[in-house]
């Protein structure tokens, strides 16, 4: 087993009164993909302000690579390769592709008061990149963000974050606004990065977009990890009535298929 | 201006063929207003007749244009970047009004007024860009806020100090030459400095990294600065060029008219916002041209003055404009529509 990249030590926040997170503890692999799941308002998005220095915890250390950090700010965590790609790619849907890509570390050419953006050269960067993770429809840096689909968009993103040297991807529901086909898209371009190395934590609700593509799997219940476990241990079922609050979804079938004879 | 076409109609990998140029300008912000500009200049050349193509009607709508420009190029920046700026009206009177009491009425070098007329206008976008971005109130207020502050405290202190609301200057040959000369009798010199303004922020807009910032604020605001940029600096730094804008305008027209009146400039707080609009900049922020935003102005400035050759009724001239805003945005939504279809080679044809 490889040393974690990222490790969590009994991580909590609470906010005036309540506790969104309790006593959080994980492990990130490079090369891996963490899933964590967890219906609405079970503290996910919390851990993702955690990871990416929106939010500092109010208890518990977080680890890179072994020493312990403290992220003041979210460019404290990209300093240490950690990205957030958001559901609906973090981008600039009136800007070029290129121009998207390398917002606010534009490569520059020329010198003095005439150093110009090179806006070729980051047009070609960010078409060769997001190719690299399988997206062979975009061929013009010129084009709008905003004329991508909502998976090419993720993989702007993805790509954008890669490039720039993340080594902890978090992904923020990716999946959630996007069809079949696109999903499927984006899972594909979530195993390219894992095979670049990079630890990607994949944070969703969808339980099988989950199990395609984790290796790893936590649960989240009202801001605690309700359940740990790696691929293969669980079932579908298992995992759905875990996320449901334990309450089992045959339960609420037996509930439904009553109320349907009714009417 | 020439920069930004060249730049546009550089083909990715093909060659160049006059479709694919003309098709590429249709995904370009300033599509529509070019032929907004067009349309309108070609309407009152027909009916405003010879006069109105000659050197005195174009210098008309060119001086016009020019003052306006002025205003209205960093104007459509900080709308680029998604916040508005009301505040203009009032900052032209301002500066202007400084001008006029600090070397006409004290007497003192014109230089010293020319330097604390543009300070006024730096302090108003200063404090406009602090309360924006520390506050988080929208734009339109914090700005509607010193527009009314300002043009208060530009009329109070005038009739402090001075007892009127009207202040006469004489200035030195070398200041009148710079800002308020007429070049061939009716050109004034403010459209050179129109020019240059436009030359520089266009530059800026399309060829640097803080374009890209720029285009980045307005375009999501809370990615850009996930994305390291300094979004509060930034626009602070675009108020403060948007009151150095207007201040140099209020410094032109006092050096012009010699002398300054504490009503000056509130005309500029829509007609600036019109030539942006028109000229192609969306409204909520993150897409727009200097290039579209100098098409606009020459618009709004040829509607202005061209209804004048046309013998008809002047009254008239607010309508035309008020349906003119309403076209040049539809066209303007429709050429954005346009450019956000743009899928080259497969497929789905725009």
């Known amino acids: 087993m490889t040393e974690p990249i990222l490790r969590l030590n009994d991580v909590s926040k609470s906010f005036v009164g309540t506790n969104a997170l309790q006593d959080i503890s994980l492990e990130v692999h490079p090369g891996k993909v963490l899933c964590l799941l967890g219906d609405n308002g079970a503290g996910k998005s919390t851990l993702i302000k955690i990871l990416s220095g929106f939010h500092a915890p109010t208890g518990g250390t977080i680890e890179v690579k072994g020493r312990p950090v403290v992220f003041r700010s979210p460019r404290d965590a990209s300093a240490y390769g950690i990205a957030t790609v958001h559901q609906f790619g973090g981008t600039f849907p009136l800007m070029s592709v290129g121009r998207s890509f390398f917002v606010g570390v534009e490569p520059t050419k020329g010198w003095g008061p005439f150093k110009r953006f090179d806006k070729r050269l980051a047009g070609e960067i960010a078409v060769r990149e997001m190719q690299s993770l399988g997206i062979t429809r975009v061929t013009d840096g010129k084009r709008l963000v905003g004329s991508l689909s909502g998976g090419e968009r993720q993989a702007l993103a993805i790509a954008r974050a890669v490039y720039f040297g993340a080594n902890v991807l978090i992904l923020d529901e990716p999946t959630a606004a996007l069809g079949v086909k696109e999903a499927s898209h984006v899972l594909r371009i979530i195993m390219q990065a894992r095979a670049k190395g990079v630890a990607v934590i994949f944070v969703t609700h969808n339980v099988l977009h989950a199990m395609m593509v984790g290796d790893h799997f936590a649960v989240l219940i009202h801001g605690r990890k309700a359940d740990d476990f790696r691929k293969g241990e669980r079932t579908r079922e298992q995992i759905t009535d875990l996320m449901a609050g334990g309450e089992a979804m045959a339960d609420l079938e037996a509930e439904l298929a009553e109320l349907e004879a009714s009417a | ?350």
């Open chain 2, 1 to 350: 201006m020439t920069v930004q076409i060249s730049g546009a109609a550089r083909p990715a990998a093909a060659g160049t063929s006059p479709a694919r140029s003309l098709r590429n300008l249709t995904y370009r912000p300033e599509a529509g207003a070019l032929i907004g500009t067009l349309g309108v200049f070609v309407f009152f050349a027909v009916f405003g007749g010879a006069n109105f193509v000659a050197a005195s009607g174009t210098a008309a709508w060119l001086n016009v244009a020019a003052e306006l420009g002025i205003i209205a190029v960093p104007v459509g920046l900080l709308m680029i970047a998604g916040e508005l700026d009301l505040s203009v009206g009032s900052v032209l009177a301002a500066s202007s009004m400084t001008l006029a009491i600090v070397s006409g009425y004290w007497g003192g070098p014109v230089i010293l007024g020319i330097v604390l007329a543009l300070g006024v206008g730096v302090a108003v976008g200063l404090l406009n860009g602090l309360i924006v971005t520390r506050t988080n109130v929208p734009s339109f207020v914090v700005t509607l806020a010193t527009l009314f502050g300002t043009a208060g405290l530009t009329l109070g202190l005038s009739r402090v100090i001075t007892g009127t609301t009207s202040v006469a200057i004489k200035p030195d040959p070398a200041s009148k030459a710079v800002f308020g000369t007429l070049v061939a009798g009716q050109f004034e010199v403010a459209i050179f400095w129109w020019l240059a303004v436009a030359l520089v922020v266009g530059w800026m807009l399309t060829m640097t990294k803080y374009g890209n910032w720029i285009l980045a604020v307005g375009g999501d605001k809370e990615s850009a600065r996930a994305a390291g940029i300094p979004t509060d600096r930034l626009k602070i730094a675009l108020y403060i060029g948007s009151g150095f804008g207007a201040a140099l305008v209020g410094v032109i027209q006092t050096i012009l008219y010699n002398g300054a009146q504490v009503a000056n400039g509130q005309s500029f707080v829509f007609n600036s916002i019109i030539a942006v609009v028109v000229g192609g900049v969306l409204l909520t922020g993150g897409y727009g041209s200097v290039v579209g935003v100098v098409l606009g102005t020459l618009t709004f400035a040829i509607v202005n003055q061209g209804i004048y050759y046309t013998g008809w009724n002047s009254d008239w001239a607010s309508f035309i404009l008020g349906v003119l805003i309403l076209a040049a945005v539809l066209m303007n939504n429709t050429f954005r529509r346009l450019a956000l279809s743009y899928a080259p080679r497969t497929g789905k044809k725009a």
